[in-house]
C-alpha cells in the first residue's frame, strides 16, 4: 500500500528513466568488461584503486559508479569507495547464476546500431537491421567474428541461466533420440543427456556453430551419445523421435515458424512431441521482461514472443496440438506439443 503522506512523484520521472535507458546499458556493459564486480568481491575498494587496476580515467570512472550506485547496482559506502549489491554481484566471471555473458551480449553495442531509428520499422514492419545492412540478423551477426563470439556466449550463458530450472520443471524420461534444433554449443542438449544416462542426442546448427560444439562434447564424455549435425532447418532438420528449441521459435515471424516445426513433424509418429523453451506472455498489461523482448525480436530478426493463445495457434497451423505449458524458475516455460 501506498504511503499517503509520500511526496508525490514528477509524472515526468518514469519517461525520462525510459528514455534514457542507453545510459545505463552503455555503462552496464563498460563496468562489466572492466570486471569491476570481480574486484569488489572480497569488500568495498576506494575508485582511485579501481581505476588503477583498470587503466582507466579515475574521474570518469567514479561518474559512472555514482550513477549505477544511484540505481542499487552498486554502492558508495563511504565517499569514493564502492562496494557490489546483490544486482552487481551477478556481473562476477565467477558468479553461479553465469549471466555475465548474457548480460554483455543484450547490451553490446551492436544493439544501439540497430535501436538508432525505429521509424522504418513502424512504417513497413521489416526488421531495423534489413534496413541498416540489407541483410537478415544471423548473416549480420554471424559476418562479424567479435559480434558472433559476444552473441555465442550469450546463449550459452542464457542456457545455463535457464536449463536447471527446465530440468526440475519438465520430465524427458523415455524419448530414445532427442534433437537440438539451432542447438548452439550444446548447453542445452548435453545438460539433459547427462541426466538421462539412456538419451541419444543430435545437435544441429549451421556448420560454423556445430564446430564449436565438438569440444564440449567430447570433453563431457557425450560423444558415443551425442553427435552434431550441420544444416538449415528451414529446409530439413534429422530424424529424431523428440524436437527441444530453446529460444528459437521466437526469433521468427508465423510463417517460417511454422516451417520449422512442419520439418520436424516431417519425421514424427502421430503423437511425437516438440517441445520449446520459450517465454509465454501473459495478457494485458502486466509487467514483464518477455514484452521488451519482444521489441528485440521484431528490431533484429523480424520474429515475436508470444502468448499461450498465439502458440496454439501456430501449433495447430503447423499440424500439432498444444498439450501444455510448464512454467518453471526461470522467465521461460516448457511449451509441449504433440503431431496431430
Known amino acids: 500500500m501506498e504511503n499517503p503522506n509520500a511526496p508525490a512523484r514528477d509524472p515526468s520521472e518514469l519517461t525520462f528513466q525510459l528514455a534514457i535507458g542507453y545510459m545505463p ?33 579515475e574521474d570518469i570512472l567514479y561518474r559512472i559508479l555514482r550513477a549505477l550506485s544511484s540505481t542499487g547496482l552498486f554502492a558508495e559506502t563511504t565517499p569514493r569507495t564502492f562496494a557490489n549489491t546483490p544486482s552487481s554481484d551477478i556481473l562476477r566471471e565467477d558468479h553461479p ?24 520499422t513502424l512504417r513497413d514492419g521489416k526488421p531495423a537491421l534489413e534496413h541498416i545492412h540489407h541483410k537478415n540478423a544471423f548473416e549480420v551477426i554471424f559476418s562479424d567474428p567479435v559480434v558472433t563470439k559476444s552473441f555465442n556466449d550469450g546463449m550459452t550463458a542464457l542456457s545455463a541461466l535457464v536449463v536447471p530450472a527446465v530440468l526440475e520443471a519438465y520430465s524427458f524420461e523415455g524419448i530414445g533420440t532427442l534433437a537440438d534444433i539451432a542447438g548452439g554449443h550444446g548447453m542445452v542438449l548435453t545438460s539433459i543427456a547427462q541426466r538421462y544416462p539412456n538419451m541419444k542426442g543430435i545437435l544441429f546448427d549451421l556448420k560454423n556453430v556445430v564446430e564449436g560444439a565438438k569440444d564440449r562434447i567430447q570433453k563431457l564424455g557425450l560423444a558415443n551419445r551425442v553427435q552434431s549435425v550441420a544444416g538449415d532447418f528451414f529446409e530439413t532438420v534429422p530424424a529424431a523421435d523428440a524436437y527441444i528449441m530453446k529460444s528459437i521459435i521466437h526469433d521468427w515471424d508465423d510463417e517460417r515458424a511454422i516451417r520449422i516445426i512442419k520439418n520436424c513433424g516431417a519425421h514424427l509418429k502421430k503423437g511425437g512431441k516438440v517441445i520449446l523453451v520459450e517465454s509465454v506472455l501473459p495478457t494485458g498489461s502486466e509487467p514483464t521482461l518477455g514484452k521488451w523482448v519482444d521489441i528485440e525480436m521484431f528490431m533484429m530478426p523480424g520474429g515475436r514472443e508470444r502468448t499461450e493463445p498465439e502458440y496454439r495457434d501456430l501449433f495447430q497451423r503447423a499440424g500439432f496440438v498444444l498439450t501444455r505449458v510448464v512454467p518453471t524458475k526461470s522467465p521461460m516455460s516448457v511449451i509441449e506439443a504433440q503431431k496431430a
Request: a neutral charge; hydrophobic letters at 40%; proline letters at 7%.
Open 97 to 120: 547464476s553465469n549471466v555475465r555473458d548474457l548480460l554483455l551480449w543484450m547490451s553490446d553495442p551492436f544493439h544501439f546500431d540497430t535501436y538508432r531509428d525505429m521509424m522504418p
Open 25 to 57: 546499458a552503455s555503462c552496464i556493459h563498460a563496468v562489466t568488461r572492466l570486471k569491476i564486480a570481480d574486484l569488489l568481491k572480497d569488500g568495498p575498494r576506494p575508485v582511485s584503486e579501481l581505476a588503477r587496476l583498470t587503466s582507466t580515467s
